[in-house]
């Protein structure tokens, strides 16, 4: 037995939730590529300060700036600080990456450091 208001009620909560399907996996299609590339460049700003004993600092600067640019990540000269204490480095490196959305631009703040002794 069918009664007339029932037809189709549960199409419009089909409707909407595949809206909210779409939508989280265009967010996700925007999102998740610049979330890997800035890991990427986080394990690149690690093995610098790793490698700081036999590295200068514009070394570490350049290998970080050219993974940047690989990576198409907006880091200049001046996003990254390194400090060097006694026996111990720190790189610190921060961006901020514009991600275009259809009438809105999110734009996604990066910081990354890396803290290790000098041998």
Not at 10 to 24: H, K, N, R, W
């Amino acid at each position: 037995m069918r009664h007339r208001g029932q037809r189709g009620e549960g199409q419009l909560g089909c409707i909407f939730g595949l809206i909210v399907l779409l939508a989280g996996g265009f967010v996700a299609y925007k999102l998740i590529p610049v979330k890997v590339k800035a890991a990427e460049l986080r394990q690149t700003i690690t093995d610098s300060a790793r490698s700081a004993g036999r590295m200068k600092d514009p070394m570490i600067t350049k290998e970080i700036l050219d993974r940047a640019k690989e990576l198409e990540l907006p880091v200049t000269k001046e996003n990254i600080k390194i400090r060097r204490r006694a026996n111990e480095i720190d790189v610190e490196v921060t961006y901020t990456v514009p991600i275009e959305f259809p009438g809105y631009t999110f734009n996604w703040d990066f910081r990354h450091t890396a803290d290790n002794p000098i041998f």
